[in-house]
């Protein structure tokens, strides 16, 4: 098992940057395929971004490509999400999400694939 605990959200000005960090317990991090998952006021929980279990292989939705960097340190457990020229429409809560996935292709961007999820974390984009 695997907990998950975001941090680094907040209320930022359109075009602003914040990073997002997701910080994970147990000895097996690097066994995890990790993604971003956000759901806005009023939306279905949508996928954002998802890294492999080396961080060599990435996935990201049309709406953020470009403007968002999804990175891990598995040495220090942590998946990270860069979010630059943030929009009005970037505004929800984000969720970090888990995976134990043996295959080294496997990118899942549905959220009922993941298995674990942390609490999240709000951002707020000002116009």
């Known amino acids: 098992q695997v907990q998950l605990a975001e941090s680094g959200g907040g209320l930022v000005q359109a075009g602003g940057s914040l990073r997002l960090s997701c910080e994970a317990s147990g000895r097996t991090f690097s066994s995890y395929v990790m993604a971003w998952f956000r759901q806005g006021p009023g939306k279905k929980r949508e996928f954002v971004a998802v890294t492999g279990r080396d961080g060599s292989r990435t996935n990201y939705a049309d709406s953020v490509k470009g403007r968002f960097t999804i990175s891990r340190d598995n040495g220090k457990t942590t998946v990270y999400l860069q979010m630059n020229s943030l929009k009005p429409e970037d505004t929800a809560i984000y969720y970090c999400?888990?995976?134990?996935?043996?295959?080294?292709?496997?990118?899942?961007?549905?959220?009922?694939?993941?298995?674990?999820w942390g609490q999240g974390t709000h951002v707020t984009v000002s116009s």
């Open positions: 999400a888990a995976k134990r996935e043996y295959s080294t292709y496997w990118l899942g961007i549905e959220p009922s694939e993941y298995d674990y």
